[in-house]
């Protein structure tokens, strides 16, 4: 069994401010790093991290080399990575002194994914891989239906979120993954409470409040963990690649829940998104000392 995650790449241009800039303001930047990002990209390594099988498909510009190496070295399978002549995608991203984040995207090569690459990447896939994907590529419908036709089980992240896309997107998925507020956004789109929509599991994080999993079996809850944030950005993406690569083994979906809910408060009191993202041994420790 594997994850193969048709996801974006970034490079993200992290400035720490004091506070977001006003309109017509210039803010003096307090630090500035150059770093891995992207939703897909950030999901990929927290999968790798938690040591699920994880197949990166994405694409990325010629100069940034770079950008394989940190994927090659957290353990996730580069194979399906292509060098396209369009520039990686970026996010220009400010953190202010209280941890939040105001995001930018500009999509570059997350953009330009055609039928017949999609077709390529999935061509091995079984029904026993998952298929990851979320807002931040084009061309999601064909991977969809690629992915079906070969029966795999599909994850939607469903951000950047928009909720009518959400909920025509639902009844092709297995699991969605939202935020509290997109949840209940995604209920009025559909015209369905949460428990009742055409998807099995549905996943909805809750920042301090915790996550719930809403399965065919009943519901299952994880609380947070009490740590003093620094940057939430790839907060939810960390959560999700270590849920979905721990119910991937086969983990209790209380104890999935559990992990998820420990790396991503790791990661939130570190700088930084794919890099801020703690490895398995790391998680396991910060379990045991915070039970």
């Given at each position: 069994?594997?994850?193969?995650?048709?996801?974006?790449?970034?490079?993200?241009?992290?400035?720490?401010?004091?506070?977001?800039?006003?309109?017509?303001?210039t803010?003096?930047?307090?630090?500035?790093?150059?770093?891995?990002?992207?939703?897909?990209?950030?999901?990929?390594?927290?999968?790798?991290?938690?040591?699920g099988?994880?197949?990166?498909?994405?694409?990325?510009?010629?100069?940034?080399?770079?950008?394989?190496?940190?994927?090659?070295?957290?353990?996730?399978?580069?194979?399906?990575?292509?060098?396209?002549?369009?520039?990686?995608?970026?996010?220009?991203?400010?953190?202010?002194?209280?941890?939040?984040?105001?995001i930018?995207?500009?999509?570059?090569?997350?953009?330009?994914?055609?039928?017949?690459?999609?077709?390529?990447?999935?061509?091995?896939?079984?029904?026993?891989?998952?298929?990851?994907?979320?807002?931040?590529?084009?061309?999601?419908?064909?991977?969809?239906?690629?992915?079906?036709?070969?029966?795999?089980?599909i994850?939607?992240?469903?951000?950047?979120?928009?909720?009518?896309?959400?909920?025509?997107?639902?009844?092709?998925?297995?699991?969605?993954?939202?935020?509290?507020?997109?949840?209940?956004?995604?209920?009025?789109?559909?015209?369905?409470?949460?428990?009742?929509?055409?998807?099995?599991?549905?996943?909805?994080?809750?920042?301090?409040?915790?996550?719930?999993?809403?399965?065919?079996?009943?519901?299952?809850?994880?609380?947070s963990?009490?740590?003093?944030?620094?940057?939430?950005?790839?907060?939810?993406?960390?959560?999700?690649?270590?849920?979905?690569?721990?119910?991937?083994?086969?983990?209790?979906?209380?104890?999935?829940?559990?992990?998820?809910?420990?790396?991503?408060a790791?990661?939130?009191?570190?700088?930084?998104?794919?890099?801020?993202?703690?490895?398995?041994?790391?998680?396991?420790?910060?379990?045991?000392?915070?039970?």
């Open positions: 069994m594997s994850i193969i995650n048709f996801g974006s790449i970034n490079i993200d241009y992290v400035h720490r401010v004091p506070h977001f800039p006003q309109p017509g303001e803010l003096a930047a307090t630090s500035f790093e150059k770093g891995l990002g992207g939703k897909g990209a950030n999901q990929s390594i927290a999968i790798a991290r938690a040591n099988d994880i197949k990166h498909f994405g694409q990325i510009g010629a100069d940034d080399g770079w950008v394989l190496d940190i994927l090659k070295n957290a353990g996730v399978d580069t194979g399906k990575v292509a060098v396209t002549d369009t520039p990686t995608g970026h996010a220009i991203i400010y953190v202010d002194d209280s941890g939040e984040n105001n930018v995207l500009n999509g570059g090569a997350n953009q330009t994914f055609t039928n017949d690459a999609i077709e390529a990447a999935l061509a091995d896939a079984t029904a026993s891989d998952w298929l990851l994907f979320q807002n931040e590529t084009n061309n999601i419908d064909h991977a969809l239906n690629v992915a079906q036709k070969n029966g795999m089980k994850a939607y992240a469903a951000a950047p979120f928009d909720a009518q896309r959400a909920a025509s997107i639902i009844p092709h998925v297995d699991l969605i993954a939202v935020n509290e507020i997109e949840a209940q956004q995604l209920a009025q789109a559909s015209g369905k409470p949460i428990d009742q929509l055409e998807c099995d599991y549905v996943l909805v994080t809750k920042g301090e409040k915790g996550a719930e999993l809403r399965t065919p079996s009943g519901t299952f809850t994880s609380t963990f009490k740590v003093d944030a620094i940057d939430t950005t790839g907060a939810g993406d960390t959560f999700l690649g270590y849920f979905l690569a721990e119910f991937d083994k086969g983990t209790d979906p209380e104890r999935a829940l559990k992990i998820a809910s420990a790396a991503s790791i990661q939130v009191t570190r700088l930084g998104a794919a890099s801020a993202i703690p490895t398995y041994d790391e998680v396991q420790t910060f379990l045991e000392t915070n039970s």
